[in-house]
């Protein structure tokens, strides 16, 4: 089982890496199945907006609700989240790598993109997720230990990927 993720301090830090990771693996040849996420400020709005981009050449789906200044609890559109797995499946099977913005809370349920990197993992294609300090327990019990941790440096992840995929370095 070839599983990594990448797990960055900082509000979006996760989502600015793997976006540029995902142009630079691109730009290397690596075909990608996934997503990576952008967090557009909007004035007069406190929240950033949450979206998707399917890769390897979109759509870009919006996956946060917008409730307004005072609402508070999760803002995920689970159903949009759902038709970007559907996206990103059709594109699995041409892949060398599945991109995951997000183990998140979804994924903890055993919802979102779990099953598809399940699936991935099942058809020797390797997965690369971001996963943040409150979703890591629930990732490492999803992954049973088996996970390889790898540090926001876009060089090792390259490599691992490089490897992992039997692609040669740049």
Same mark, same amino acid.
């Given at each position: 089982m070839q599983l990594a993720y990448v797990s960055l301090p900082g509000r979006g830090a996760s989502d600015r890496f793997l976006a540029a990771f995902a142009q630079a693996a691109q730009a290397a040849g690596l075909r990608l199945a996934g997503t990576v996420q952008t967090n557009p400020q909007r004035e007069g709005r406190v929240k950033c907006d949450m979206d998707l981009r399917v890769l390897p050449d979109g759509p870009v789906l919006?996956?946060? $609700?917008?409730?307004?200044?005072?609402?508070? !609890?999760?803002?995920?559109?689970? !159903?949009?989240? $759902?038709?970007?797995?559907?996206g990103?499946?059709? #594109?699995?099977p041409g892949a060398d790598l599945l991109l995951v913005n997000k183990f998140g809370k979804q994924e903890a349920e055993g919802? !979102?993109? #779990?099953?598809?990197?399940? $699936?991935a993992l099942s058809r020797g294609i390797p997965v690369l997720a971001g996963v943040n300090g409150l979703n890591l327990p629930a990732f490492q019990a999803f992954a049973d230990g088996l996970a390889t941790p790898l540090p926001g440096e876009q060089a090792q992840v390259m490599g691992w990927c490089q490897r992992i995929c039997g692609l040669q370095p740049a």
């Open positions: 919006r996956i946060s $609700e917008d409730r307004g200044n005072g609402a508070r !609890g999760c803002r995920l559109d689970a !159903g949009v989240l $759902e038709a970007a797995v559907l990103v499946t059709a #594109a699995l919802r !979102g993109f #779990a099953p598809l990197i399940a $699936e």
